[in-house]
């Protein structure tokens, strides 16, 4: 069977063949049957797939200008300590061998990541990290700044995610929670500010002095336009003053949503029309151990009072970008949501701890509580916190993947248990199972309605491998490809990669009958922190590129075929 798109190919490419030379006889024919129609191609085989890795969401796709806004960055993971630039896991039981790993992830020096604090010397203020009155018990931190000698106004600096991009006549969206000591009898201004230190925006902050918490908000209009620039807050009185959090955001974000995302890449991703979102990971869904997993709950509510979490690809990630705001752009894009649930396991490449057997029902429970967020009605707690969140309308879940990259034993028995539970209370749900090449398949368990295969290869398995779901079985199940990419021998990526990666795409629609969903992997990289080699789309603070292979999916999902037809063609 070949698409149509591939028909259309095949007829252009004979037709060059024959008019290069006429008189030479043609030993081959291409016969297409167009009245044999084979496998459809599903109109949701292309989504995308979404991890908190390399700056994807913090610094990416997240809007948010500030680094370090709650001061939560060197909180650690329970159980965990840091050697120098190193954070070393606790130790815990891989589960399938009982072996205890020896790891390490990469940890910042810096007393306080992302700020730095300027005076008249480095005796006119100091500042520290303290837990002293909390605004949010969820994200205890605060900066603590002991101001001795204003006669030079002290600024508290933050740096951006490698700077911050300030454009003439833009506005910003200042927040910060901020409190002073009764003799603090100054101002706090706040300042945009240019690499160079020149003031492209200032306001002053109304606040009370005496001790109790300020929650301010400022627009900022910038007067010039810097792609390093930075932020500042300006204290001109000796005395004492603790920052809560400090936010800043463009106010023009995708479709103008506060607490939103960043305009120019969400627009890339809309560029590839996708039919899902999967979200929350990736490997950060169960985390170096089950300890440092992401919780979609801590995700939820004022984006001040969430914690934050230690990402397994070596930075905090903010909540900023959570479960509401995941739904939120699938209904604006009109693509359906897939959630990753933890089955209690953690990374399997990493620690690979496992909950005890009475623990199993919290995590089926958190499953069953984040479908409902997504689904129920507002007579439901959890349909009701969506509601007081501000959307009492049900969101576009469609997708639960259970596990994530896990195999084994064990992984199979928790797989029929949230199977179904899951399934006896949602049937309209697709639910998944993980197929990794470290396993037999999916004999092991009772039923799945999709199974999600993984590659990440060289060009040349593409090549040789397009017709590999030639031979998978039919009828048990459907292949969601949840993460693919040539990412071997390419570097950073090149059109040889891309051009696999088509041929690839190719073998799949041409067995449309079984695989109905892709997604590439992984999808972003800020072009400061490559955890991992080879990503679809570039972002630095003033720009987004997509790569060859961006294309190739754009390509892809602009032109995907309603269905196959017959032909002599042999792959």
Request: proline share 4%; with cysteine.
């Amino acid at each position: 069977m070949i698409g149509i798109k591939q028909f259309v190919y095949s007829c252009v490419l004979g037709s060059l063949v024959i008019s290069c030379d006429t008189t030479q006889r043609v030993k081959e024919e291409i016969v297409i049957n167009l009245q044999e129609r084979g496998a459809t191609i599903s109109p949701s085989m292309y989504g995308v797939f979404f991890e908190e890795i390399n700056h994807a969401g913090d610094g990416g796709l997240y809007a948010e200008l500030v680094q370090n806004r709650s001061f939560e960055e060197k909180e650690m993971p329970a159980g965990f300590h840091a050697e120098g630039n190193k954070l070393l896991p606790k130790a815990v039981k891989y589960h399938l061998t009982g072996e205890v790993r020896e790891r390490s992830y990469r940890w910042s020096t810096d007393e306080v990541p992302a700020w730095t604090l300027q005076g008249k010397d480095s005796l006119a203020a100091q500042m520290k990290v303290t837990k002293e009155n909390p605004k949010f018990a969820s994200a205890p931190n605060n900066l603590k700044v002991v101001i001795r000698d204003a006669s030079q106004p002290v600024q508290l600096l933050n740096e951006g995610y490698w700077g911050m991009n300030f454009v003439e006549g833009e506005r910003y969206i200042l927040r910060t929670i901020i409190r002073t000591s009764s003799d603090y009898k100054g101002k706090v201004t706040v300042r945009l500010l240019s690499s160079e230190g020149k003031i492209l925006s200032s306001e002053t902050l109304d606040i009370i002095n005496g001790g109790e918490w300020n929650d301010v908000k400022k627009t900022l209009t910038a007067v010039g336009h810097d792609s390093k620039g930075r932020l500042a807050l300006e204290f001109d009185s000796p005395g004492t003053v603790w920052v809560d959090y400090v936010s800043l955001f463009p106010e023009n974000t995708f479709n103008n949503r506060p607490n939103g995302l960043r305009r120019d890449v969400a627009e890339m991703l809309v560029g590839l029309k996708p039919a899902f979102f999967r979200w929350l990971g990736g490997c950060v869904v169960e985390g170096i151990t089950l300890d440092n997993r992401f919780e979609w709950k801590k995700t939820l509510g004022d984006p001040a009072a969430r914690p934050g979490e230690y990402s397994t690809w070596g930075y905090r990630c903010s909540y900023g970008f959570g479960y509401y705001e995941m739904l939120q752009f699938c209904e604006d894009i009109g693509a359906k949501a897939m959630f990753v649930c933890n089955v209690g396991l953690g990374c399997q490449f990493r620690m690979g701890d496992a909950c005890g057997e009475h623990d199993i029902d919290f995590y089926i429970d958190d499953c069953l509580d984040a479908i409902e967020y997504a689904l129920g009605d507002e007579s439901t707690e959890w349909g009701a916190r969506r509601a007081a969140d501000g959307h009492p309308a049900p969101f576009p879940l469609q997708y639960v993947e259970i596990g994530n990259e896990n195999w084994g034993a064990e992984y199979d028995r928790r797989f029929d248990i949230f199977y179904k539970t899951i399934k006896e209370k949602y049937p309209q749900l697709t639910l998944i199972y993980n197929e990794m090449p470290q396993r037999d398949g999916a004999s092991q368990i009772t039923k799945t309605d999709m199974i999600d295969p993984h590659w990440y290869v060289d060009p040349y398995f593409f090549f040789r491998n397009t017709t590999l779901f030639d031979s998978y079985e039919r009828g048990k199940y459907e292949v969601y490809v949840g993460e693919y990419a040539c990412n071997r021998s390419v570097g950073a990526g090149n059109m040889l990669g891309a051009l696999s990666e088509a041929a690839f795409i190719g073998g799949m629609e041409r067995n449309g009958d079984l695989v109905t969903m892709a997604s590439y992997a992984p999808l972003f990289e800020h072009r400061h922190d490559r955890s991992w080699q080879t990503n679809l789309i570039w972002i630095d603070t003033d720009q987004v590129l997509g790569r060859s292979s961006y294309y190739v999916q754009k390509m892809a999902a602009e032109n995907r075929p309603t269905y196959n037809v017959k032909s002599n063609i042999t792959m």
